[in-house]
């Protein structure tokens, strides 16, 4: 089935009693049994419900996995794979990734006796010098945030595989049409669905999709038993956002080239993050295991001081000033005061990360107004 055609129709069954092309949302918390222990195959909604469950499939369909499980948000996700962990583990993560998901693992998972190691994956003897009997999981994402670093997936599931080691992929920025981790060596694929699953900045949501029989079991007695989970009208939103993916991804990427070139092409604009610069690093593997280049980057200007950059990010007008990415229109962000704020100064200049980097998501806007809106902005 080509790509198109399985985000169109993933989780997607007619409605057995109304024959309803779309998923109802069943939003009920409970369901009544015929007897004790005798019921559909719903009991109680924290532990599923059938707008969810349908979720779920389209879930393991776009990302070409067996089975899939939605969560509250990205960062419930998240929390649910290291869950699978027990005190004295460690764990392998890049250095160059999402703000929450490093003041998740540093200022809660620390404190129960996990360790946690940064590094930088590009290097992938980085990775091989970390590891001990004691090495449980690598998390990385790649594109990375907000640097646009490139991770090779397949490397680095080698390694994973030689060791015994569980690797997750957070595949947010890519989304299921740019890039699938589990066809690449992954064992467990992460997404904050906020962002380009659902694409209308209207819903908070997670997901993690994996092929192992037994990982679905426990990750889903994780999702049970703690119950970070999706409402159905949430859910609903997702199934209805998934159906578009394609044609929104195919827009931003689109939309992210023209302004990734017109950007550094800017007098005033010093360096342009963006994965598809044949001069980037990681374009060659970013080339080789993505299908394009999406619509995220980030830049710094060459007068970067904080005055400055501060009039740059409040001049826009149809790139919003907001957190989040991912939706059909387009954002700015400052990740030193935004989305990566909680990550020690010293150690956000040391990855990279400086103060005056400005982070984009391009939007499906008509490109040429968008450009001139970053034009007017940059002065």
């Known amino acids: 089935m080509k790509i198109a055609t399985k985000f169109i129709h993933a989780g997607a069954e007619p409605d057995p009693s109304t024959g309803a092309i779309m998923t109802p949302i069943y939003q009920t918390s409970t369901y009544v049994q015929e007897a004790p222990g005798v019921n559909k195959g719903f009991e109680y909604a924290r532990s599923q419900n059938p707008t969810r469950k ?20 990205g960062v419930a996700a998240t929390d649910a794979v290291i869950k699978l962990l027990e005190p004295g583990d460690e764990i392998i993560a890049a250095n160059d990734m999402y703000g929450g998901t490093y003041r998740l693992f540093t200022k809660i998972f620390e404190k129960f006796g996990l360790k946690f190691h940064y590094v930088n994956m590009q290097d992938t003897n980085n990775i091989k010098a970390l590891i001990n009997a004691k090495t449980k999981l690598i998390w990385t994402e790649t594109p ?34 740019l890039q699938n981790p ?12 906020t962002k380009y699953l659902g694409g209308h900045s209207d819903v908070i ?9 037994a990982l679905r079991e426990k990750l889903y007695f994780i999702q049970k038993s703690c119950g970070a989970v999706p409402g159905p009208m949430d859910c609903f939103l997702v199934l ?17 080239k023209k302004i990734a070139h017109f950007l550094r092409n800017h007098p005033k604009v010093k360096t342009v993050y963006w994965c598809g610069f044949e001069d980037h690093p990681g374009y060659a593997i970013a080339k080789k295991q993505m299908r394009d280049f999406g619509g995220m980057m980030s ?18 007008h149809l790139f919003s000033l907001a957190e989040s990415l991912g939706g059909v229109e387009s954002l700015i ?34 490109a040429d107004d968008l450009i001139d809106d970053l034009n007017n902005a940059l002065g």
Do not use: W
């Not at 369909?61 to 899939?68: D, F, L, P």
């Not at 007068?303 to 400055?308: F, P, S």
């Open 54 to 73: 349908a979720l779920e499939e389209a879930y393991a369909q776009i990302e070409n996995g067996k089975y899939g499980l939605a969560f509250s948000s």
């Open 144 to 177: 990375t945030n907000p640097l646009m670093n490139i991770v090779d997936i397949t490397a680095v599931a080698t390694i994973a595989k030689t060791n015994n080691i569980l690797l997750c992929v957070d595949n947010t920025f890519a989304s299921p049409y």
């Open 182 to 193: 589990l066809d690449l060596g992954a064992d467990i694929v992460m997404h904050s669905a």
């Open 205 to 213: 949501q997670g997901c993690l999709v994996m092929n192992d029989a």
């Open 240 to 256: 209805r956002g998934i159906k578009t993916l394609h044609v929104r991804m195919q827009r931003h990427c689109e939309n992210g």
């Open 299 to 316: 830049f710094e200007l060459k007068n970067d001081n904080a005055e400055e950059v501060k009039r740059v990010l409040s001049a826009t």
């Open 333 to 366: 962000n400052h990740p030193a005061t935004m989305t990566h704020a909680s990550i020690p100064r010293e150690e956000r200049i040391k990855n990279g990360l400086n103060d005056g980097l400005i982070r984009l998501s391009v939007g499906i806007e008509d």
